[in-house]
């Protein structure tokens, strides 16, 4: 399941994990657990040598099932730190680094690898398990992605700087040189714009059976 931020993509990705019965994994949680270890250093963005040292070094354990969300880094939970505000502005650029890409792709084909899951990202299909059917792309309009990630955030966040944001994102993330934002050739393409979370996932469901030969 791939997609950039507030096409609902974690929200559908969980949502379809529970209705099918098989484990999920958030690999974006994966690099914001890497980039809070960066920012508890007070590591430099621009010192790539020390930036790569102190993700890699990381120790960041994610959980699978899909009732009970739960990264931890060397140790502790850090499930709400993760989704600060310095992390999210952040993640884009550790996740940018080749190395540090390749140490958690590495991870997340170990979890992938293991049995049936709903992997949500921004490179899965294209990338991290080329493999996977079905494959989805979820997109939704620049306006409605920003008034959800508005959502998530609270109601002190101011919207048109969300969408500052998130466009800002959107170019780090499609343009990086190693595994870019990117929707796989084979992937069905869903718009979320007009469509609420059930409606999604039932027909994710659909295309879930159909791929494989129950439809």
Known sequence: MDGPSGTGKSTVSRHLALRLGVR???????????????????VDLADITHLIDTAVRANIEISTNPHRSAVSLHGVRVDDEIRSAPVTSAVSAVAAV???????????????????????????????????LPKIYLTASAAVRARRRAGELGSGSDLDAVAVDLARRDRLDSTRA???????????????????????????????????GHG
Do not use: C, F, H
């Not at 690999?27 to 250093?41: C, D, I, K, N, P």
């Open 24 to 42: 999920y994994l958030d690999t974006g949680a994966m690099y914001r657990a890497a980039t809070l270890a960066v920012l508890r250093e007070g």
């Open 98 to 132: 080749p190395e540090i890409r390749a140490r958690l792709v590495a991870a997340q084909r170990d979890l992938i690898g293991t049995g049936g899951i709903v992997v949500e990202g921004r490179d899965i299909g294209a990338v991290v398990w080329p493999a996977a």
């Open 178 to 212: 190693d595994s870019p934002l990117a929707k796989a050739d084979d992937a069905i393409e869903i718009d979320t714009s007009r469509l609420d979370v059930d409606e999604v996932v039932n027909r994710l469901v659909g295309i879930v059976w159909a791929s494989a």
